[in-house]
Structure formats: C-alpha cells, structure tokens
C-alpha cells in the first residue's frame, strides 16, 4: 500500500538541476519524508529526509509543501553518475518506528543525459 | 556510515542446487536484519524479518521453507536458497540497522542470483 505517487521516469541533462516531485497528500502529522536511490544492481542508498522544514545536505536539497502533501528531491547538478531509481517513502522516524523494514514504491527513474 | 556486506555479489548455480548468500554487518551489531528481493525492472519486496537468536518473520507469500534464514550472530545473517529454481533467478539485498539506535537503515550491495 504505496503511500506515494512519483512519475515513472525523468530525464534531466547533466550540470542542470534535477527535480524528482513526490505526492504523499495522506501522510500524517509525525510522519518523514525520506528518499533514497537505487543505482542499477547495487543496494538502496540513504539521501535525505524531513518532516517540514527544508532540508539540505552534501548530496540533495529536500523542498516540503506547507501542508506537507508533496515534497521535490533538488539534486543542484546532476551528474552522469546520479542516474538510478529514486525512492520517496513515508514513514515515522527511527525513533517511532523501531526496528522496522523500508517498504519501497516504484520510485523514479532518473536517467542523467549528456 | 555503517557498512553492511553481502557475499557472494553475484551467483549462477543449476536448478535444484542450494545457494548461501551471507549478510555481515562489519562495523556494528545488529539484532535484526532484513531480506528484499528485487525482480526486474521491479522495486524492493521484503521477503523476511531476521532475527537473532530466533525464527526470522515472513512476509505473506514468502516461502520458509524455501528460504531458509540463520541469523546466528549480532553480525552475520544467511539466506539459502533451497532447491533454487529458474524463478528464484532475482537480486537479493539485505539490510540492518545499528542496535539499539535510532540510526538509518543500511543496505548491502545485493547479490544477483541466476538459476540455470
């Protein structure tokens, strides 16, 4: 039971930006936003998460609507080696959830063009 | 970050041959460790929960008998695969999380299993 809806597939050209829009208009007051990546034949890799406020580390920015129902992952300058699936899950933190699995949607796939 | 191995990265056996794939947590303890499966073209499907010291927990529609999970120590899960099949051909990954924290959980690189 996916709790986010993300476009199948994007394109974007390499040193531009890349805007990867999730939708989780369902997602309650204590739940994250998390996002992670799957580059091919390779394990799922931790990239951001928050609850509203933007957030920004070494790898993506994270962009939270106000009322929380949509977020866009903001990869300042893609680069050929950002092509992979990404993920956008919903979910409470470690702190709430315990010891409990990731469940994956289909994500994104992002294919960087040179 | 914490750095969770998987062994072998890629496997090609004869069907009805058992394979062991092995899941260590290299710089941490974790008491439960999870397995996904991933077909295609697909996205990640938890198989099971592992747990030490314990039964490990199946997803609906998982097979236990057919995979069997070990989880012996606070570093190190198995998955084997018994009397492997054409359509157990699949990438199979496993992850975990540092005990008793609140840390992200960890991915191993996978490993592809292709049944003949």
């Known amino acids: 039971d996916a709790k986010t809806t993300q476009p199948t597939s994007m394109d974007c050209a390499e040193g531009r930006a890349a805007n990867l829009p999730c939708n989780h208009s369902?997602?309650?007051?204590?739940?994250?936003v998390y996002w992670y990546r799957q580059i091919h034949s390779q394990g799922p890799q931790y990239i951001i998460h928050?609850?509203?406020n933007n957030e920004t580390n070494e790898m993506a920015s994270l962009i939270i609507t106000e009322d929380r129902k949509s977020s866009t992952l903001i990869l300042p300058h893609a680069t050929l080696r950002d092509t992979a699936v990404y993920y956008c899950?919903?979910?409470?933190?470690?702190?709430?959830?315990?010891?409990?699995?990731?469940?994956f949607g289909k994500g994104t796939r992002l294919s960087v063009i040179a | 970050g914490a750095v969770v191995s998987q062994h072998p990265s890629r496997v090609i056996c004869k069907s009805g041959t058992s394979v062991k794939i092995e899941c260590r947590s290299l710089?941490?303890?974790?008491?439960?460790m999870f397995w996904y499966r991933q077909f295609p073209k697909q996205s990640l499907m938890l198989m099971a929960t592992?747990?030490?010291?314990?039964?490990?927990?199946?997803e609906q529609g998982v097979e236990k008998d057919k995979f069997l999970i070990n989880h012996a120590s606070l570093t190190l899960s198995t998955l084997t695969v018994t009397s492997a099949h054409p359509e157990d051909s699949s990438f199979y990954i496993c992850?975990?999380?540092?005990?008793?924290?609140?840390?992200?959980?960890?991915f191993g690189s996978g490993t592809q299993l292709s049944v003949l």
């Open positions: 928050g609850l509203k």
């Open positions: 710089d941490f303890q974790a008491t439960t």
């Open positions: 992850s975990a999380r540092r005990i008793a924290t609140n840390e992200k959980l960890f």
């Open positions: 899950i919903v979910r409470l933190p470690e702190s709430y959830s315990g010891n409990t699995p990731l469940v």
């Open positions: 592992s747990n030490e010291g314990s039964k490990a927990t199946y």
């Open positions: 369902t997602i309650s007051g204590n739940e994250y």
